[in-house]
Nanobody, 115 residues
Framework: QVQLVESGGGLVQAGGSLRLSCAAS????????MAWYRQAPGKQRELVAS???????NYADSVKGRFTISRDNAKNTVYLQMNSLKSEDTAVYYC?????????WGQGTRVTVSS
């Protein structure tokens, strides 16, 4: 089992930056992949970015060039650096840990981008 705790959300003006953190309760080196999802009001949850245990990354087209996912295995933490934020980035951001036969979600952190 993995407990995930997100932090770093908040209110930011359009064009600004935020860095989200996802702290895991166990060594993330052995976790197949870690990912960030987001859910805006009235919309389905969508994948924002993911990173595998080998370091391969994947991004939604809407955030490519603006967001960067990274992991610090020593700290059991995954980050999402968000730059050039837009109002459409407003959502609750969730961290997900994907294991071989299971997956776990964090409780989410809210990001609000004011225009």
């Amino acid at each position: 089992q993995v407990q995930l705790v997100e932090s770093g959300g908040g209110l930011v003006q359009a064009g600004g930056s935020l860095r989200l953190s996802c702290a895991a309760s166990r060594n993330i080196f052995s976790i197949n992949a870690m990912a960030w999802y987001r859910q805006a009001p009235g919309k389905q949850r969508e994948l924002v970015a993911s990173i595998t245990s080998g370091g391969s990354t994947n991004y939604a087209d809407s955030v490519k060039g603006r967001f960067t996912i990274s992991r610090d295995n020593a700290k059991n933490t995954v980050y999402l650096q968000m730059n050039s934020l837009k109002s459409e980035d407003t959502a609750v951001y969730y961290c997900k840990a994907v294991l071989v036969l299971s997956y776990y979600w964090g409780q989410g952190t809210r990001v609000t981008v004011s225009s």
